[in-house]
């Protein structure tokens, strides 16, 4: 199924909005609630609310106005309120709520639309002792801005809408409104800059402190709260990249760049980059290439990276427990001219939509509407404006109840293919290989050495293995997979090393597990898993040469 155009701005409606902006905030800031809060002067209703320990808000409730907190905050709109504790304020100390939260920290900010109407508030709450920075409060502020923002790009957009469908007695009335649309396209452009500015700057100055905080005698508790909060302040600041992003291809003044590149080395490295997010969720991430690391091709490396990248991320952040598998090849023979990337991003998860809009999204063929789809995620929808810049498009399937998978598909030019790896390869052609690995989903080395037309003898049992070299195997390397289970797998390495002390050996590690360099020492390489293929082939040509 083919990208087609988006109509709308970032979200289907406020209410999205409202999640994302929750969302984003329960990253930064580290308070027990925050809610948006809507009211018409007479009813107060919770759009949304994220409560960390304790429930103390819930989304779609509501309140009279007057009886909420929400209403002290819109007495004066032009300014915050900060309440330290709400049982001891007098603004709050007699209100029913005030007995039903008991004492708590509170900080509300008005939402206020251009007109200089309010429409609600961004509020968070905590326990008394709750010390709120300079920087969270700037952040809440601008969070605040780009809300009242979108609530007059969906109000216009609703406004146009409905004249589009008059009669012909409002076409002047129309073009005026188009006049005005323009206007406000502008408009959206220097939101979005003056946004990007004023959060990036504290966010900067977050990031920049973790890095001072950090001390060689840190303990391990403070280091897991500084962790975490550059874990946060990356988020938000991807955020902003991808707002930023979107809005330079929205306006045309994104350029595709055509230089010779190495594809291999592309996806490699972007899928290493969300290993450690996998691992932190206890994902198994996996990528399987078919293709070559001696040829070269024509195309944007780094926009094929970040739109992968963005679609990687989204699968991880999708799935909950399984596994995320990469797989890429170029369509067409290797003599032709011009061939097609197809990456494949499959996980274990459905998409981070209610059932309610799933069902909406999925169709008879079992295939989802990717233009609906991206309207939920700002970095799918950047992906999806890269893909029809390069020409190509994005797909996505239901592959059954809990589990998903993206079709990329990206038109490649062949430039050449480097002599030096290729010859590499011809010499490892015939080359007999002892492989005992875990069964997983990773990139197998075995496909990657029969790619090389080497002689792989494959197991996971490592008295498979004895067997095979009693009955006369005599190979040329030995590949172990420490995540078979370290302790059998390094009792394999000695058996091996003490029967045939000639035979080279080259360990695979999984990402993150260290071992110990006394038995480092004893081997011939190190690899570490999912296992690059330029890593592989430069540790086979120097063992084999």
């Not at 406000?184 to 920049?208: C, F, V, W, Y």
């Not at 952040?317 to 290797?334: F, P, Q």
């Not at 404006?385 to 598909?409: D, K, P």
Request: hydrophobic letters at 40%; a negative charge.
């Amino acid at each position: 199924m083919g990208t087609v155009g988006m109509t709308r701005g970032f979200f289907e409606n406020i209410q999205e909005a409202a999640s994302h902006i929750v969302d984003v905030l329960s990253g930064v800031l580290k308070v027990n609630t925050i809610f948006v809060a809507t009211n018409d002067g007479m009813t107060n209703v919770i759009l949304e609310a994220f409560n960390r320990r304790e429930e103390w808000v819930v989304r779609g409730s509501e309140l009279p106005f007057e009886s909420s907190y929400c209403s002290l905050v819109l007495q004066d709109p032009t300014h915050h309120l900060t309440i330290t504790d709400t049982a001891a304020h007098p603004l709050t100390c007699s209100m029913g709520v005030t007995r039903e939260l008991g004492n708590r920290f509170f900080v509300g900010i008005p939402i206020m639309r251009r007109s200089g109407e309010t429409f609600g508030t961004i509020c968070i709450m905590d326990d008394p002792d709750y010390v709120i920075s300079e920087a969270d409060m700037k952040t809440l502020n601008a969070m605040a801005v780009f809300l009242g923002y979108v609530v007059d790009l969906e109000s216009n957009l609703l406004l146009q809408k409905q004249k589009l469908n008059d009669t012909e007695q409002l076409k002047h009335q129309l073009q005026i409104e188009k006049e005005r649309a323009e206007s406000e396209a502008m408009t959206k452009t220097q939101m979005i800059a003056l946004m990007s500015h004023e959060i990036r700057n504290p966010l900067n100055g977050i990031l920049g402190l973790t890095d001072l905080m950090r001390t060689p005698d840190m303990p391990d508790e403070h280091v897991e709260y500084v962790n975490m909060i550059e874990t946060s302040g990356n988020i938000l600041l991807s955020l902003l990249n991808n707002i930023m992003n979107f809005n330079i291809n929205d306006t045309g003044k994104t350029v595709v760049q055509d230089d010779p590149f190495d594809l291999v080395s592309t996806i490699e490295n972007t899928v290493y980059l969300h290993v450690a997010q996998a691992m932190d969720k206890g994902i198994e991430l996996g990528l399987n290439l078919e293709m070559n690391i001696s040829q070269v091709f024509v195309g944007d490396e780094a926009k094929i990276g970040q739109l992968l990248a963005n679609v990687l991320k989204y699968a991880i952040d999708s799935t909950r427990a399984g596994s995320v598998l990469v797989r890429a090849l170029v369509d067409g023979n290797d003599l032709d001219e011009v061939g097609t990337l197809l990456l494949h991003v499959k996980y274990t998860g459905r998409m981070l939509t209610s059932d309610k809009n799933l069902q909406a999204f999925n169709t008879l063929d079992g295939k989802f509407s990717i233009q609906k789809l991206v309207g939920t995620n700002l970095g799918l929808a950047v992906s999806q404006n890269l893909a029809i810049l390069m020409h190509g498009h994005i797909e996505v399937n239901s592959l059954g109840e809990e589990e998903t998978e993206f079709q990329i598909r990206l038109p490649l030019i062949r430039h050449w293919e480097l002599p030096q790896l290729a010859s590499i390869q011809q010499r490892l052609k015939g080359k007999r290989v002892l492989l005992v690995k875990a069964p997983d989903i990773l990139q197998g080395v075995s496909s990657l050495m029969r790619r090389w037309q080497m002689d792989v003898h494959m197991t996971s049992d490592s008295e498979q293995a004895h067997q095979w070299m009693d009955e006369g195997l005599e190979p040329d390397v030995a590949v172990i997979d420490m995540g078979l289970h370290q302790a059998h797998a390094v009792k394999l390495v000695h058996e091996l090393k003490s029967s045939a002390k000639q035979l080279p050996i080259i360990i695979l590690v999984p990402y993150g597990l260290h071992i110990d360099p006394h038995e480092a020492g004893i081997v011939d390489a190190v690899l570490t898993k999912p296992v690059r293929q330029l890593d592989l082939l430069n540790a086979l040509s120097a063992i084999l040469h």
